[in-house]
């Protein structure tokens, strides 16, 4: 898995990238993956700061109806 800092390094260097490029389209395009970079990066410290117990997983297996 990848660690917090290569998410938040890797969406910067899109966002680098994106500054200078030409096509609009594809600008629009290393943004979005830079978000989405960014997010997993967020993802990834809250599951870190909220690690999920046995007992929360089983009462989400339990709840069916």
């Known amino acids: ?8 390094r890797e969406a910067n260097q899109l966002r680098e990238q ?5 096509d609009e389209e594809l600008r ?8 989405h970079y960014t997010h997993l990066a967020d993802s990834l410290n809250w599951s870190e700061a909220h690690p999920a ?7 989400m297996f339990m709840k069916r109806g």
């Not at 898995?1 to 938040?8: G, K, P, V, Y």
């Not at 994106?18 to 030409?22: D, G, L, N, S």
């Not at 629009?28 to 978000?35: I, V």
């Not at 117990?53 to 009462?59: D, K, P, R, S």
């Open 18 to 22: 994106a500054q200078h490029e030409a």
């Open 28 to 35: 629009g395009r290393l943004l979005r993956m830079a978000n």
């Open 1 to 8: 898995m990848a660690d917090r800092s290569d998410l938040i």
């Open 53 to 59: 117990t046995v007992a929360a997983l089983g009462e």
